[in-house]
């Protein structure tokens, strides 16, 4: 029997996956506000790396790796925090000790813990949080059709009822210890695959049994457990919870949306225009599956808008280090704002447009970012525009250009630059491999600087000009082939007669179309760097360079590699 799929079967095979699945079913809100705001403030931030992005990890982090995330978040500024679940995991219990009776927890920053509306989880939680000033317990059920009906087998009512049971005995354990200020925090799990009615009649429920009012409001964490529709349906959803409570002053609307669909960091944004408050996240968006959102996006997406974000971020590479060591997980090079190659431009035009943007803006005295491809100053996140363009066999001569004259002071001339970029070109596609600045400027060494066969300069002196003669005589000792001879030229300058010297002594005969100079380096080890244009007698135009201390001699010896360029 034949096992080979034919094209038709493949077909039939894939028109029946899709038939698979339901699509997700609009939200009546034919007036949605959404659309027409903009965010003009941070939402309250809350970090999960503790918990959601911990207990997603192949290895969870030990109490070393907790106490350095936890410091790092600190020094982000975050307020809210969530450390963990304490009843489930005795590194999570432990380290809330350590954090508690080690006083580290600032003022100002409250810890949040989750647990399941189960009465032995509620009370170890509160065993694991005893003594803190203030804590934001998390209670947590699920509330989807889906799960209500596979996993609890129990109807709306019993998921009602495991909720308030919760909220009713973290209210009474909030009575016995009155010196830890508890927050309720709600999260009706899977909201997104939640009867937006029925997640609407359980928080409701829940505040109503907390008590909850607008000195005392509950937060209600809306979570996209897993991230099931477009982004507009989640504002949707949300600014339908928002619009159709009975108490909106008595809670504090979070998000806390899950990325399955790769649409995480939208959702957020779209759901704070909806109306929420407050989101919760990770570093990076580490998380179960696909992740939770990423605060470090989110938040440098505010900053250039022109919103503050109020978390700190000033130096991204060491926040990349501590969230890698941390989840030993690697942030991917094309993270947003943080991966490796995300300041860096290979492509030609992105090179020339950079530079030219860079270049605009140093003029500029308007203080506003403005660089074509780059959205945001490497700088603000502590980077730096070292490696913004980098050469492989995509790049141009922009950037060819800015990587001579960064690094190495050489200010190639444009019509060089087009010239140089086809010796780049072809050692990047033969190599295949990035260019280190090295190599460019090797290259550029060995094509333009460093050939002195079959003519090389060896020295060169002007005799006086006499008194009736605008002219001037150079006597040039070269060697060609290895034979060394003197040559005798005038004219109107060096390189006018050493031209003429060239054309009479060597039968090199070259005509300069243009020449420039500029100095490289300053003061004693400044060296002057000369470049000719010059056009040959079967017409070929090409470009020779020269360095020296000298200026004169940095001229003839341009001249000398164009000469012999030409002649290969
Ligand atoms: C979307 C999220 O991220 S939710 C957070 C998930 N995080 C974690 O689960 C990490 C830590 N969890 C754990 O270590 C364990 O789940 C523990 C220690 C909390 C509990 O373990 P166990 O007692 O073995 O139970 P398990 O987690 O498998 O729970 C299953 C039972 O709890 C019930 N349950 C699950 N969630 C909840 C909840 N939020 N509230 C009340 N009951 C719940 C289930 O219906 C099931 O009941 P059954 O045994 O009667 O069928
Ligand atoms: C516990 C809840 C808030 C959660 O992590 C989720 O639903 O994703
Ligand atoms: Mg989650």
């Not at 806390?256 to 909806?274: K, S």
């Not at 938040?299 to 926040?319: F, K, M, S």
């Not at 100053?377 to 001579?404: F, M, T, W």
Request: hydrophobic fraction near 40%; charged fraction near 25%.
């Amino acid at each position: 029997m034949n096992h080979i799929a034919t094209p038709a079967a493949t077909s039939a095979t894939s028109a029946a996956k899709h038939e698979k699945y339901v699509p997700f079913a609009p939200v009546k809100l034919t007036d949605r506000q959404w659309p027409n705001r903009t965010i003009e403030k941070a939402p309250v931030w809350c970090s999960v790396d503790l918990r959601d992005g911990n207990q997603a990890l192949i290895e969870p982090m030990g109490p070393d790796r907790k106490r350095a995330m936890f410091d790092a978040l600190l020094k982000m500024g975050f307020k809210e925090i969530e450390i963990g679940f304490p009843a489930a995991s005795q590194t999570d219990f432990d380290f809330c000790r350590e954090i508690i009776e080690g006083g580290k927890i600032p003022d100002g920053v409250t810890i949040q813990v989750l647990t399941q509306a189960r009465e032995e989880l509620i009370r170890r939680t509160f065993e694991g949080i005893k003594g803190a000033k203030r804590a934001i317990v998390h209670l947590y059920n699920s509330t989807s059709e889906l799960q209500r009906r596979v996993v609890f087998g129990l109807d709306r009512q019993g998921i009602v009822d495991i909720a308030v049971a919760g909220t009713k005995l973290i209210k009474q354990l909030a009575a016995e210890h009155p010196e830890t200020e508890i927050v309720l925090q709600y999260s009706p799990e899977s909201f997104t695959g939640t009867e937006l009615e029925f997640a609407l009649e359980i928080c409701e429920a829940v505040m109503e049994t907390w008590g909850a009012d607008a000195a005392n409001k509950v937060i209600l964490n809306l979570p996209a457990t897993v991230e099931m529709s477009t982004p507009n349906i989640h504002a949707d959803q949300i600014e339908w919870f928002c619009r159709n409570m009975k108490n909106r002053d008595a809670a504090i609307i979070s998000l806390h949306p899950h990325n399955d669909r790769g649409t995480g960091v939208a959702a957020a944004e779209l759901g704070m225009l909806a109306g929420a408050d407050r989101v919760e996240g990770t570093l990076f968006g580490n998380g179960e599956r696909t992740g939770n959102v990423d605060v470090i996006t989110l938040a440098l997406n505010l900053l250039t808008q022109g919103v503050d974000p109020e978390l700190r971020i000033d130096d991204i590479n060491e926040i990349v280090r501590v969230a890698e060591y941390c989840t030993q997980l690697p942030v991917h090079p094309r993270h947003p704002y943080a991966g490796e190659l995300v300041f860096t431009a290979f492509s030609g035009s992105h090179q020339d447009a950079i530079n030219k943007g860079l270049k605009a803006l140093a003029k500029s005295n308007h203080g506003t970012w403005e660089v074509p491809y780059l959205p945001i100053d490497p700088q603000d996140l502590g980077r730096s525009y070292e490696a913004v363009i980098r050469i492989n066999s995509q790049s141009g001569k922009g950037g060819i250009a800015y990587v001579l004259e960064k690094d190495y002071g050489i200010q190639i001339p444009r019509r060089l630059q087009i010239e140089f970029s086809k010796t780049v070109q072809r050692i990047a596609d033969e190599t295949g491999k990035e260019l280190a600045p090295a190599d460019i400027h090797n290259a550029f060494k060995a094509e333009y600087l460093d050939i002195d066969a079959p003519l090389a300069l060896i020295e060169h002196s002007t005799e006086p000009r006499g008194p009736n003669s605008g002219a001037r005589v150079l006597n040039v000792v070269v060697s060609r082939d290895g034979v060394v001879s003197t040559l005798k030229g005038s004219g109107k300058g060096p390189i006018d007669a050493f031209l003429d010297a060239l054309r009479q002594g060597a039968g090199i005969d070259l005509h300069v179309v243009d020449y420039r100079e500029h100095a490289v380096g300053e003061g004693e080890d400044a060296q002057a760097c000369a470049y000719v244009e010059v056009k040959t007698n079967d017409e070929r135009t090409l470009f020779g360079v020269g360095m020296d201390a000298d200026i004169v001699t940095a001229s003839l010896r341009a001249l000398v590699s164009a000469a012999n360029r030409a002649s290969r």
